[in-house]
């Protein structure tokens, strides 16, 4: 089945740095990736929608100048939090489309201290 | 439009008594629907999936689901819980098809315990 990759799987940083999260597709080429929050005991949010080759589309609420999207190849997404606080700490999961279906990665956790 | 309901936010069971959990949808299309289970400090696995074929569904691990159309449901179903099933499982919706596909609106969970 299709594979995808995050990189890192766990992070740690300090308040007012950036952060960034790969999302790989490994086996198959995904012109559109997802990008999903998961706060503690809490569901999965979607946070955007990422293209390649063009922008990224935010859902309602999330700030688009502090999770910095790009999708620069058909394997390659990656979400960057910038000047992240401790509020930001979550668990960040992606997933690519390949065709109808939808591959999930593993998630990265964020932990802002 | 779509959205999904999870109907229990905690279910308890006894180990090798059967499991249910339920889930309704609502969507504007004829939707795809899956059951994922994640354990804790885990990423997501797919349990199952419906995508317009045969409305009864069979996964991994015993699992198994049904699309009711007519009562726009999908619940999660095991003959035999196991200690292993303890986790939480999230029924999601998605749109297979045009500009938003595999667009998905997760449902809030339901956290399963299995008593031994």
């Known amino acids: 089945g299709a594979v995808v990759s995050q990189h890192p799987s766990r992070v740690i940083c300090k308040s007012g740095t950036s952060v960034k999260i790969e999302c790989r597709s490994l086996?198959?080429?995904?012109?559109?990736m997802f990008w999903y929050r998961q706060f503690p005991k809490q569901s999965l949010m979607l946070m955007a929608t990422?293209?390649?080759?063009?922008?990224?589309?935010?859902e309602q609420g999330v700030e688009k100048d502090k999770f910095l999207i790009n999708h620069a190849s058909l394997t390659l997404s990656t979400l960057t939090v910038t000047s992240a606080h401790p509020e930001d700490s979550s668990f960040y999961i992606c997933?690519?489309?390949?065709?109808?279906?939808?591959?999930f990665g593993p998630g990265t956790r964020l932990t802002v201290t | 439009a779509q959205s999904v309901t999870q109907l229990d936010s905690h279910v308890s069971v006894s180990e090798g008594t059967p499991v249910l959990l339920r889930c309704n949808y609502s969507s504007s299309y004829s939707p795809s629907l899956f059951w994922y289970v994640q354990h804790p400090n885990k990423g997501l696995q797919l349990l199952l999936k419906y995508t317009s074929a045969a409305t009864l569904v069979k996964g991994i691990n015993g699992f198994e689901a049904e699309f009711k159309k007519s009562e726009t449901s999908f619940h999660l179903t095991k003959p035999s819980a196991h200690m292993s099933d303890a986790a939480e499982y999230f029924c999601v919706v998605s749109r297979p098809l045009g500009a938003n596909a595999g667009k998905s609106t997760f449902g809030d969970g339901t956290t399963l315990t299995v008593k031994p």
């Open positions: 997933s690519a489309r390949a065709g109808n279906e939808q591959y």
């Open positions: 086996d198959f080429q995904a012109t559109t």
């Open positions: 990422s293209n390649e080759g063009s922008k990224a589309t935010y």
